[in-house]
Nanobody, 128 residues
Framework: QVQLVESGGGLVQTGGSLRLSCAASGGQTFTMYAMGWFRQAPGEEREFVATISRSGSNTNYVDSVKGRFTISRDNAKNTVYLQMNSLKPEDTAVYYC????????????????????WGQGTQVTVSS
C-alpha cells in the first residue's frame, strides 16, 4: 500500500508560480511506480494534468498546461513535483498526486482509472 502526501498548494495571483510536492511511502520501491498529477475544480470531473514514467525520461501533459507546468521526480527522495508557472484563474482546483505500479520503465498513464493510489489533494487558488 502506497501512501501519497501532497504539499505546496496555496493562493497565488495570476502569472505567479507554485511548486507542488508529493511524497510517497510504503508499498514497493518508488521507482516501480509511474506517477501522475490530476486536478478537480468544483462541479467538475477530475482531469489529467501531467504524468511521468518510472525512469523520469518520459512525460506527458494536458494541452492547457504545456509550456507552463513541469513534472519531475527525485527517486532518491521518493518525491514527485509539479512546477507550475504563469498560473491562470482556470488552474484553480484541488490537485491530486497518483501512483500506479508498472513494469515498463518508460510507460506513463493519463487516465484516472489507470491509477490505484491517490493522495488527499492540495488546494491551488489563482486569483485574477
Amino acid at each position: 500500500q502506497v501512501q501519497l502526501v501532497e504539499s505546496g498548494g496555496g493562493l497565488v495571483q495570476t502569472g505567479g508560480s507554485l511548486r507542488l510536492s508529493c511524497a510517497a511511502s510504503g508499498g514497493q520501491t518508488f521507482t516501480m511506480y509511474a506517477m501522475g498529477w490530476f486536478r478537480q475544480a468544483p462541479g467538475e470531473e477530475r482531469e489529467f494534468v501531467a504524468t511521468i514514467s518510472r525512469s523520469g525520461s518520459n512525460t506527458n501533459y494536458v494541452d492547457s498546461v504545456k509550456g507552463r507546468f513541469t513534472i519531475s521526480r527525485d527517486n532518491a527522495k521518493n518525491t514527485v513535483y509539479l512546477q507550475m508557472n504563469s498560473l491562470k484563474p482556470e488552474d484553480t482546483a484541488v490537485y491530486y498526486c497518483a501512483a500506479t505500479y508498472v513494469i515498463g520503465v518508460n510507460d506513463y498513464y493519463i487516465r484516472v482509472g489507470s491509477y490505484k493510489y491517490w493522495g488527499q489533494g492540495t488546494q491551488v487558488t489563482v486569483s485574477s
